[in-house]
């Protein structure tokens, strides 16, 4: 087997400073999250609103979930160790799985009050909840500010930016409804737009959800087809005479490994710089593990009859 040592130590070291980054962004997004947390529910129970205690609570589990965001990235960063040969880096999948599903509880919880308020409306001071759904709008747009930029399949930061961005909807939802109520005398409007809220963040729960369990089950990334793969790694070399065994998956975010096995003429040695090369530039794919098979692939036989993908 093969592989090139000063690009892994590269790449992880690499791997490490985006973590570290995406650590103190979660960091921030969490304190002005629990800050307008306490906010929310002081105003909400001075106007008597139960839109912003319905959206103080929202932020609560979200600022449970940003701080478990920011442990995942931050356990990210421990090093490999004689039990978990790969790290930590999978940890932050785990955390937007598992915020996927918060979401899920938080859309049920939504469902519920607005159906209570809609069923039992009361009194709202409508000017002290325009005011502080405005300042949450605010700091929620300061917040995804900071969590924006994040790479497509970061899931950690995606889930993080998720309930953000479910908190931005409540605090839209929330403004609206105090200017309805506030202008219009609807009070009912306040529970229609939280279900509607509810809605947007069910739809990209379940995309996150789908997308963290493909990661931990080691699915192939999304944009990569291992067909086309095989088929640019038998034109890697001319020393090359097949490709087969081989998987790709992801391991966290961004970080896509493969492992391949290649017959090949001569020693094999260009035949594997230029597979690392190819897979690293054409796919994305900075950790491989090569192995050279000098004639029929030595692995049990149904093993090698085929490729396969994790």
Same mark, same amino acid.
């Given at each position: 087997?093969?592989? @090139?040592?000063?690009?892994?130590?590269?790449?992880?070291?690499?791997?490490?400073?985006? =973590?570290?980054?995406? !650590?103190?962004? *979660?960091?921030?997004?969490?304190?002005?999250?629990?800050?307008?947390?306490?906010?929310?529910?002081?105003?909400?129970?001075? =106007?008597?609103?139960?839109?912003?205690?319905?959206?103080?609570?929202?932020?609560?589990?979200?600022?449970?979930?940003?701080?478990?965001? $920011?442990?995942?990235?931050?356990?990210?960063?421990?090093?490999?160790?004689?039990?978990?040969?790969?790290?930590?880096?999978?940890?932050?999948?785990?955390?937007? &799985?598992?915020?996927?599903?918060?979401? &899920?509880?938080?859309?049920?919880?939504?469902? $519920?009050?607005?159906?209570?308020?809609?069923?039992?409306?009361?009194?709202?001071?409508?000017?002290?909840?325009?005011?502080?759904?405005?300042?949450?709008?605010?700091?929620?747009?300061?917040?995804?500010?900071?969590?924006?930029?994040?790479?497509?399949?970061?899931?950690?930061?995606?889930?993080?930016? *998720?309930?953000?961005?479910?908190?931005?909807?409540?605090?839209?939802?929330?403004?609206?409804?105090?200017?309805?109520?506030? $202008?219009?005398?609807?009070?009912?409007?306040?529970?229609?737009? =939280?279900?509607?809220?509810?809605?947007?963040?069910?739809?990209?729960?379940?995309?996150?959800?789908?997308?963290?369990?493909?990661?931990?089950?080691?699915?192939?990334?999304?944009?990569?087809?291992?067909?086309?793969?095989?088929?640019?790694?038998?034109?890697?070399?001319?020393?090359?005479?097949?490709?087969?065994?081989?998987?790709?998956?992801?391991?966290?975010?961004? =970080?896509?490994?493969?492992?391949?096995?290649?017959?090949?003429?001569?020693?094999?040695?260009?035949?594997?710089?230029?597979?690392?090369?190819?897979?690293?530039?054409?796919?994305?794919?900075?950790?491989?593990?090569?192995?050279?098979?000098?004639? @029929?692939?030595?692995?049990?036989?149904?093993?090698?009859? !085929?490729? !396969?993908?994790?």
């Amino acid at each position: 087997m093969s592989r @090139p040592h000063e690009h892994y130590d590269h790449d992880h070291d690499h791997d490490r400073d985006h =973590s570290g980054a995406r !650590g103190r962004k *979660l960091l921030v997004a969490f304190l002005l999250t629990l800050l307008m947390l306490v906010a929310e529910a002081v105003g909400g129970l001075w =106007s008597g609103s139960l839109a912003l205690l319905a959206d103080a609570g929202h932020m609560m589990v979200d600022a449970l979930a940003l701080a478990l965001a $920011f442990i995942g990235a931050r356990l990210a960063l421990r090093p490999a160790d004689a039990r978990r040969s790969y790290g930590y880096g999978r940890l932050e999948v785990l955390a937007g &799985f598992v915020n996927a599903l918060t979401q &899920f509880v938080l859309v049920g919880f939504i469902a $519920f009050e607005a159906i209570t308020r809609l069923m039992h409306p009361g009194a709202i001071l409508s000017g002290v909840m325009l005011a502080v759904a405005v300042v949450g709008l605010l700091v929620n747009l300061l917040v995804l500010r900071v969590l924006h930029g994040h790479a497509h399949d970061d899931v950690n930061m995606a889930g993080a930016s *998720l309930h953000v961005l479910g908190d931005l909807l409540g605090s839209l939802g929330a403004v609206l409804a105090a200017l309805a109520v506030r $202008f219009m005398g609807w009070n009912w409007a306040d529970p229609v737009l =939280s279900l509607l809220v509810s809605l947007l963040i069910l739809g990209g729960a379940w995309r996150l959800l789908r997308k963290s369990a493909h990661i931990l089950l080691e699915g192939v990334p999304e944009d990569l087809d291992v067909a086309q793969v095989e088929q640019a790694l038998r034109q890697a070399d001319a020393s090359i005479r097949d490709i087969h065994h081989l998987h790709v998956w992801q391991l966290a975010s961004g =970080s896509r490994m493969a492992t391949v096995h290649t017959q090949v003429e001569g020693d094999g040695a260009e035949a594997v710089a230029a597979i690392h090369r190819l897979l690293r530039k054409q796919f994305g794919i900075l950790h491989a593990t090569v192995q050279v098979d000098a004639g @029929p692939c030595t692995d049990h036989a149904r093993d090698c009859l !085929g490729h !396969g993908h994790r």
